[in-house]
């Protein structure tokens, strides 16, 4: 039984692939095989197993290969005429035919072989004809080696183990190439050394022995190349089609995020319409705008059912608000705001809520604060989410303080922090993802969409600034907006306020 080493991984991973190149633009074509064994490689020829992979890995090394080989045979040409400058000194009894061999022979046709190469019909099936090029030299030398006398006849074995060791460590002509033309090389000196031009047992048992050596060695040195060649190629198909596929699956995760995000736009301005009719018409019987209501229970159930819708308005609007920022589509409207009063709206908020829920809120302004340029809602935005994140996981008896400060960078900070149950270190980053909560008792007793800190980092980033957040599990939670300096508004000498962007 033929030995065979599988380079296939698994079945079901590789075996989707369509087919492997029928070209060098590298086309697919279907595979109905779809077997474990597809790249399945003999170890004594070095051939794949399925013809048409074999077939594909001929045309991906010709191309790459054929450059290098062109060079390798101009180059051999060259390096062979050089050597016959010895021809004056070893064999200087046939040095005009030895030259003749050289120039008139060899040369010709190893550049013979160049510029049929670059003939528009030739191909990765014409190989066997490049192969001849490790043919030409050695065949050669031991035609000189067959005409000289002694003691050249002893020593061009010597040129042999180039030829040989050239052709073989070099090129990428194909291991059964260089191994049957090296042998047949082999063959035919000693064919002349024993019955052409005959040399004593002892010379001959040396040069053989030389000669066997550096055979051995350059043909295994070859069959590792082509064997790592092999491999390479199996590596790099493999590697294109898990890119393909990626690309493809990349490209349906964009198109599904695109249709989700496409979704909750249309979901949440259709919800937001009926939702502000019931807010309003609750607040209007809650208030009893028209007249008594027949039961102090009825304005009671009304004031839930605006503090109901307002509570599904804001969650519809952080999801409009998340989608928008997916999609690229949530714009800036900057205006000179007042930080410091945009906050104390927003702390007015949160102060019944606070005290209901039996936690410290405290809000403190460090330093003199500039004007920024800013969106106001969102900047509105940014604090609320930051305030009722740590208000909802402060447990009763604990503190929440808010700060607002010039930080030594010069930048305006916005800092929330709280005593709360804080955050695991390996949970930081995944809560700045959409729809995700952090599993734990504390969080499960709460109701949340898991968009407040996505929506804050994309407000942030929307601003040119950044969020960052630091937390002790037990312990509580830090969060940092920050809005870069450059957004502060500068007045000019007229007293009006206008804003710079530095």
Not at 307 to 318: A, C, E, Q, R, V
Request: charged letters at 20%.
């Amino acid at each position: 039984m033929t030995e065979t080493l599988s380079l296939a991984s698994s079945h079901d991973e590789y075996s989707e692939r369509a087919g492997l190149l029928r070209g060098a633009q590298g086309d697919a074509a279907p595979n109905s095989a779809g077997s474990p064994n597809r790249y399945a490689l003999n170890l004594l020829t070095l051939n794949f197993r399925e013809p048409e992979v074999e077939e594909a890995f001929r045309i991906d090394n010709f191309n790459r290969q054929i450059g290098l080989t062109r060079i390798s045979i101009g180059g051999g040409a060259i390096i062979f005429g050089i050597y016959s400058l010895f021809d004056t000194y070893v064999i200087p009894d046939i040095l005009y035919e030895a030259w003749a061999i050289r120039f008139v022979v060899a040369a010709p046709l190893l550049l013979g072989l160049v510029v049929i190469s670059y003939m528009p019909w030739f191909s990765h099936k014409h190989q066997s004809v490049l192969a001849l090029s490790l043919a030409i030299p050695g065949l050669c030398v031991v035609a000189m080696t067959a005409l000289a006398g002694a003691p050249g006849s002893y020593l061009y074995y010597a040129g042999l183990i180039i030829i040989i060791g050239y052709n073989n460590c070099l090129w990428r002509l194909g291991c059964l190439y260089s191994s049957g033309i090296s042998l047949f090389v082999f063959a035919c000196y000693e064919a002349v050394l024993l019955y052409v031009n005959p040399v004593p047992p002892i010379i001959l048992m040396n040069n053989n022995a030389f000669l066997v050596f550096a055979i051995g060695v350059s043909l295994f040195i070859n069959y590792i190349q082509e064997y790592q060649l092999r491999i390479s190629y199996v590596d790099n198909e493999k590697l294109r089609f898990e890119r393909t596929r990626s690309e493809r699956l990349l490209s349906r995760s964009e198109a599904a995020n695109r249709a989700k995000n496409d979704f909750l736009a249309i979901m949440s301005h259709e919800l937001r319409t009926p939702l502000n009719a019931i807010i309003g018409f609750s607040e209007i019987i809650a208030n009893q705008m028209f007249g008594p209501v027949g039961q102090a229970k009825y304005a009671d159930y009304a004031g839930d059912i605006r503090s109901s819708g307002t509570h599904l308005l804001s969650i519809i609007n952080d999801i409009l608000d998340i989608s928008k920022a997916e999609a690229g589509r949530l714009q800036l409207e900057e205006e000179p705001i007042d930080p410091v009063e945009s906050l104390n709206r927003a702390m007015r908020m949160f102060r019944q809520r606070a005290s209901e829920l039996g936690v410290d809120l405290s809000f403190r302004v460090r330093d003199d604060i500039p004007w920024i340029i800013a969106d106001p809602r969102l900047f509105n935005q940014v604090a609320i989410n930051l305030t009722s994140n740590a208000l909802k996981f402060t447990p009763e008896g604990g503190n929440v303080w808010i700060e607002i400060a010039i930080d030594a960078s010069g930048n305006l900070v916005l800092t929330v922090k709280d005593s709360g149950i804080g955050i695991k270190k390996s949970d930081i980053t995944r809560i700045f993802e959409p729809f995700v909560q952090v599993e734990n008792a504390m969080s499960r007793t709460h109701q949340g969409t898991g968009l407040g800190l996505p929506l804050v980092r994309k407000i942030m980033s929307l601003h040119g600034g950044s969020v960052d957040l630091e937390s002790v599990v037990g312990e509580g939670t830090t969060v940092t907006a920050t809005f870069p300096k450059s957004r502060f508004v500068v007045p000019d000498p007229s007293e009006e306020i206008r804003w710079n962007v530095r």
